[in-house]
């Protein structure tokens, strides 16, 4: 990609998810990720609705005048998003394709971040981690990962979730959040996910296009497996070929939900048809309450 082309792109999505960060999600982002709790701010004079058990009697005792207690949150997080870069991410029926989802939710979560204070990590991974950039803050820091999420080449076009979960867990040590962007489209990563979640807040979030989800009818059809190379013949035609397809796609997404309660992990599907506002402020709402 040419680099006023990359430029060009860096900005348009830039003044998009900017905009949608601080008009819809900013609150409900702070709302959703608590910080570490409450620190000490200041003393001010009782006002009446005060709560009681906030008064500083120390104070109050030296100015023999009521006077309470601040307390503000301490704010400051570290959010990691884990992009899945491998090969089955390059596919969209629709819109736009699931890549292009992901690099708009992952901008979108950034400038979230940064506005409540937060830093901001990537790690980008296949089937083995592809790189990783450290939690900080700043816009600067931010466009730097737009343009990496715009213009990374993976070496691998495979899938490996636990290794990237492993990586995670090895190298942020102190509790942060952590978004696990990708189709999921893997096995056996279940007891990673166990454990990267008792040790941090993980969230996942699932990127699908519609034509995964059930086979229109195309007669014989000849399908290349992305992250494999492998080439499959489906006679697309049958009825029962397209039904056990759907079984299986339906069997596919009940097991990736059970996954995801049993160890505890919030998550939220988006479809590359459809926008990504719903399901992340849906996500939050729940999150915050």
Not at 25 to 46: D, L, N, P, W
Not at 243 to 268: C, P, T
Request: glycine share 4%.
């Amino acid at each position: 990609m040419e680099t006023s082309e990359l430029l060009k792109k860096v900005r348009k999505i830039e003044i998009k998810t900017r905009g949608l960060s601080q008009d819809l999600f900013s609150g409900e982002y702070h709302s959703a990720f608590k910080g570490r709790g409450m620190s000490f701010s200041e003393v001010r004079e009782y006002t009446p609705g005060d709560d009681i058990r906030s008064i500083d009697w120390n104070v109050t005792a030296r100015f023999s005048h009521p006077y309470v207690k601040v307390f503000e949150e301490e704010r400051e997080l570290t959010v990691m998003l884990l992009v899945d870069v491998s090969a089955s991410e390059n596919f969209g029926t629709h819109k736009q394709l699931k890549q292009d989802m992901i690099t708009e939710l992952c901008a979108v979560l950034a400038f979230s971040a940064i506005q409540n204070n937060d830093k901001i990590g990537v790690l980008f991974f296949t089937d083995k981690v592809e790189k990783f950039i450290a939690p900080k803050k700043g816009k600067s820091h931010i466009l730097h990962i737009i343009r990496e999420l715009l213009q990374f080449e993976p070496e691998s076009k495979k899938t490996n979730i636990s290794e990237a979960l492993r990586y995670f867990t090895n190298a942020i040590k102190k509790k942060s959040i952590a978004f696990v962007i990708s189709d999921f489209m893997d096995t056996n990563f279940s007891d990673a996910l166990k454990i990267a979640a008792g040790k941090h807040d993980v969230v996942g979030l699932r990127i699908y296009d519609k034509r995964e989800e059930e086979l229109p009818d195309m007669g014989l059809v000849k399908f290349r497996d992305a992250e494999s190379g492998k080439l499959l013949w489906l006679d697309t035609s049958s009825k029962q070929v397209r039904n056990q397809y759907y079984i299986a796609m339906r069997k596919r997404e009940h097991d990736l939900k059970q996954i995801f309660r049993r160890s505890g992990v919030d998550n939220a599907s988006i479809a590359t048809n459809q926008s990504y506002i719903v399901p992340l402020t849906t996500l939050f709402a729940q999150r915050g309450k």
